[in-house]
């Protein structure tokens, strides 16, 4: 499976404000954040869509990052944040964050890995990352990194 769309996905104007309304309750009416998920575990993906899509997410799922930058390249106003497995075979997590970069300056991306802490902050550091959320992830914990990427404003283009 390369790409799976998890809600219908209809072209909407991005006016570059970040959605912020994650409460951490089943999401209301209003916008959803828009999430372009990239792993090379399909169960993961599933996890993800599972436990953000009640929250507001709406998830395109991509299994590995050529996929994954193919789809942003056309796409790239469209996504609100990336997550991205920094693990993955082929383009790792800080090539492919670089090449989204490339694409727009101003694309948010959390990295999802099971590395440790120290290594997670190292590659945040070396790479134009916003934030880490560590795998395997509570809810709780995703929301919070989510919601704090989401507030930050975005970066000059």
Known sequence: ??????????????NNQPRTEIQGQPAAAGPRIRMLAVDDNVEFLGIVSQLLEPQGFEITAATNSVKALEIYKVRSEYFDIVLLDFFMPGLDG???CEWLYKFNPRVKVVICSC???????????????DGYIHKPFRTDEALYVLRKVLAKPPRAA
């Open 1 to 14: 499976m390369e790409q799976r769309t998890t809600n219908a996905m209809q072209p909407t104007p991005n």
């Open 94 to 96: 800080g090539q492919t």
């Open 115 to 129: 590395a440790d802490e120290p290594r997670l902050r190292k590659l945040q550091e070396q790479y134009p990352i």
